[in-house]
């Protein structure tokens, strides 16, 4: 999660076209193989309130405590929000109170989406919404638990190649310490 950083997913909207004016595996696929890679902007509460720092720009206070906001649909179903560039940013801004944002990518939005309280309690977010005031593509819980399910297969996948090669370098590999 970074501060004001400023986002473009133009390889991301194409594929959202792509995938909207025709619905086929392979532009599913361009759009996932995108998402993967992208950062979206979030809105979000910071307390205390960000200050403006000597270039002008605005700065965090050590400590600084954020939440990111929920949008609600007309039924109370939740969901993050996340904006693929600042322009969609702005027309959500426009309609609501300004906030700072911060740039977020898919695995981060995942595990608030998918941690579990130690009480139990889940997320109230029932997934998230890419530029909801535009192209409004929702990616519910499932679909993201899915989505990190294959990625983590994918690295365990890789790992078990790299070590069958020899090449593996994770915990447990390399010479013995010498022992004084």
Known sequence: ??????????????????????????H???????LVKAEFLSPAIVEPAPEEGPDGGQVLAQGSKVQLPMLSTSDGTKFFMAFTDRAEYDKWQERNKKMPAFALKIEEYASMILRREPNGNICPALGMVINPFGVNIILPREMLASMMSAKLAQ???M??????????????TGPAPKQS
Do not use: C, W
């Open 28 to 34: 599913r696929g361009m759009f996932v193989e995108e």
């Open 1 to 26: 999660m970074e501060f004001n950083k400023n986002v473009s997913n133009p390889m991301l909207i194409g594929a959202i076209e792509l995938m909207k004016a025709e619905d086929t595996q392979a």
């Open 159 to 172: 790992a078990a190649a790299a070590k069958q090669a020899g090449q593996y370098t994770g915990p447990g």
């Open 155 to 157: 690295v365990q996948h």
